[in-house]
């Protein structure tokens, strides 16, 4: 069964940082690609950015430049370092992993930017 914690979110001003962890039970960080997603109230989740197994990133345009996807095989761990916060990035943060065709969620992280 995999498990997925994620941690560090919290209530920032805008143009602030945050660091995300996401904490797998097992090493599937190496095997399997690992996504961020986000989800604010009353719209749908919305795709953040992605890391490959081999370290390939991709971010969604409204976060390039802004976020930074990175793993840490050895600690079992997928970040997301957010900068120059914007009141638009309020959401809970979820990280996710696809394995066998199923979709493995955390509880996710609530980040909210606000003065």
């Known amino acids: 069964q995999v498990q997925l914690v994620e941690s560090g979110g919290g209530l920032v001003q805008p143009g602030g940082s945050l660091r995300l962890s996401c904490v797998a039970s097992?090493?599937?960080?190496?095997?399997?690609?690992s996504y961020w997603y986000r989800q604010a109230p009353g719209k749908q989740r919305e795709y953040v950015a992605t890391?490959?197994?081999?370290?390939?990133?991709h971010y969604a345009d409204s976060v390039k430049g802004r976020f930074t996807i990175s793993t840490d095989n050895a600690k079992k761990t997928v970040y997301l370092q957010m900068n120059s916060l914007k009141p638009e990035d309020t959401a809970v943060y979820s990280c996710t992993v696809i394995i066998g065709g199923r979709n493995y969620w955390g509880q996710g992280t609530q980040v909210t930017v606000s003065s």
């Open positions: 097992g090493n599937i960080f190496s095997i399997y690609h």
């Open positions: 890391i490959t197994t081999n370290g390939g990133t």
